[in-house]
């Protein structure tokens, strides 16, 4: 059973940090491209960032120069970490492993950026 379990969301000050983690089970990590996508309330889920399998990312102009995203394949974990957040910012975050036509979702994550 294919599991992605993501944790670290939360409740932020603007211009706060946050780290949002992601561990997989039941797949062979290392070949899988891993992302972070978000959903904010009435929105439709946009891709945030992504890291392919031997390391190279991309950012979403919302988030590029504010966020980092990176893996350990020897842990299973893709983590995306992000700074100077904006309440613009809240939204759930959700996870994504794909490989060729399989792709898998975890159940999401809530942050929320409020003073």
């Known amino acids: 059973q294919v599991q992605l379990v993501e944790s670290g969301g939360g409740l932020v000050q603007p211009g706060g940090s946050l780290g949002l983690s992601c561990v997989a089970s039941?797949?062979?990590?290392?070949?899988?491209?891993m992302a972070w996508y978000r959903q904010a309330p009435g929105k439709q889920r946009e891709l945030v960032a992504t890291i392919a399998s031997g390391g190279s990312t991309n950012y979403a102009d919302a988030v590029k120069g504010r966020s980092t995203i990176s893996r350990d394949n020897a842990k299973n974990t893709v983590v995306l970490q992000m700074n100077s957040l904006k309440p613009e910012d809240t939204a759930v975050y959700y996870c994504?492993?794909?490989?060729?036509?399989?792709?898998?979702w975890g159940q999401g994550t809530q942050v929320t950026v409020s003073s």
């Open positions: 039941g797949i062979s990590f290392n070949p899988y491209a």
């Open positions: 994504n492993a794909r490989f060729v036509s399989r792709q898998y």
